[in-house]
């Protein structure tokens, strides 16, 4: 474990930095001027995460390796210090080892470890835990995203808990912590933290704007209502991703509505 005073780069684990493949970066010059932004603010590495199968868009191994590498070339042309990883979102489906089978899945850092995996933004599908089953089976761990905004979740607390307690692991958006989703949200994402549900903390960012770079502003929040401790846990846990490492885990605890249901 790192502790106060330790040096460790600063690392996003999910974008939409890729240049036209999504509802993120529409061309190449926004994708320098979000990694430009992306380097100000202290972000040395980002993972480019896509995405696959949301209904809206597809995005296979593939063609993201292939873009990735494009990038990074443009990065490296424009004196740009960053460095973009591999990744993808990937949406849920039942299909999914079918995906796998196909190699139109691509895992972090294509190491074959650990998954984005999305869920829709309204509901936990039935199959959900079955899917997490089968790919901790397979040696793969999904990493879920931004659970902190989905609607079954925030009104069933017990099911977040069940899902981590199962193996997955979970992403919490920065901008849900500083309170750029609404107060409900920032408030669940502080009980999902105390509960030791969280493993990561990324931006998410889709633009230089209202979805930008504001992971050390989350951080710095975190710090000051848990300690430096808690912020270099998570700190920590992306650069383990990055050595191919596997992420600390706290054991998780169940969540308990307040008085009144308020939590």
């Given at each position: 474990?790192?502790?106060k005073?330790s040096?460790?780069?600063l690392?996003?684990i999910?974008?939409?930095?890729?240049?036209?493949v999504?509802?993120g970066?529409?061309?190449?010059?926004?994708?320098?001027?979000m990694?430009?932004?992306?380097?100000?603010?202290?972000i040395t590495?980002?993972f480019?995460t896509?995405?696959?199968?949301?209904e809206?868009?597809?995005n296979?191994?593939s063609?993201?390796?292939?873009?990735?590498v494009?990038?990074?070339?443009?990065l490296?042309?424009?004196?740009?210090?960053?460095t973009?990883h591999?990744?993808?979102?990937?949406?849920?489906?039942?299909d999914?080892f079918?995906?796998?089978?196909?190699?139109e899945?691509?895992?972090l850092d294509?190491?074959?470890?650990y998954?984005m995996l999305?869920?829709?933004?309204g509901n936990?599908?039935?199959y959900?835990?079955e899917?997490?089953?089968?790919?901790?089976?397979?040696g793969?761990t999904?990493?879920?995203?931004h659970?902190?905004?989905?609607k079954?979740?925030?009104a069933?607390h017990?099911?977040?808990?069940?899902?981590?307690?199962?193996g997955?692991?979970?992403q919490?958006t920065?901008?849900s912590?500083?309170?750029?989703?609404?107060?409900?949200?920032k408030?669940?994402?502080k009980?999902i933290?105390?509960?030791?549900l969280?493993?990561?903390i990324?931006?998410?960012a889709h633009?230089i704007?209202?979805?930008?770079?504001?992971?050390?502003?989350?951080?710095?929040?975190?710090?000051k209502?848990?300690?430096?401790?808690?912020t270099?846990?998570?700190?920590?846990n992306?650069?383990l991703?990055?050595q191919?490492?596997?992420p600390?885990?706290?054991?998780?605890l169940?969540?308990?509505k307040k008085?009144?249901g308020?939590?």
């Amino acid at each position: 474990m790192f502790y106060k005073g330790s040096v460790l780069n600063l690392i996003d684990i999910h974008s939409h930095i890729l240049p036209g493949v999504d509802d993120g970066s529409a061309d190449m010059k926004e994708s320098l001027n979000m990694a430009r932004k992306a380097v100000e603010v202290g972000i040395t590495h980002i993972f480019a995460t896509p995405h696959h199968l949301n209904e809206e868009y597809v995005n296979v191994k593939s063609n993201i390796i292939d873009r990735v590498v494009s990038l990074n070339e443009s990065l490296k042309q424009s004196n740009i210090p960053l460095t973009i990883h591999l990744g993808q979102e990937v949406r849920i489906h039942r299909d999914i080892f079918t995906s796998l089978e196909k190699e139109e899945i691509l895992t972090l850092d294509d190491n074959g470890t650990y998954l984005m995996l999305e869920l829709p933004a309204g509901n936990v599908p039935a199959y959900t835990q079955e899917v997490i089953y089968e790919l901790l089976l397979k040696g793969i761990t999904p990493i879920i995203v931004h659970p902190e905004r989905n609607k079954e979740l925030i009104a069933n607390h017990k099911l977040l808990f069940e899902l981590v307690q199962e193996g997955a692991l979970t992403q919490l958006t920065s901008g849900s912590i500083i309170g750029l989703f609404g107060k409900n949200i920032k408030v669940f994402s502080k009980r999902i933290i105390e509960h030791n549900l969280a493993h990561f903390i990324a931006t998410d960012a889709h633009n230089i704007g209202s979805r930008g770079f504001s992971l050390q502003a989350a951080y710095e929040t975190i710090t000051k209502l848990y300690g430096i401790e808690r912020t270099f846990f998570f700190k920590e846990n992306a650069e383990l991703l990055i050595q191919g490492q596997s992420p600390s885990v706290d054991r998780p605890l169940q969540i308990k509505k307040k008085f009144l249901g308020i939590f």
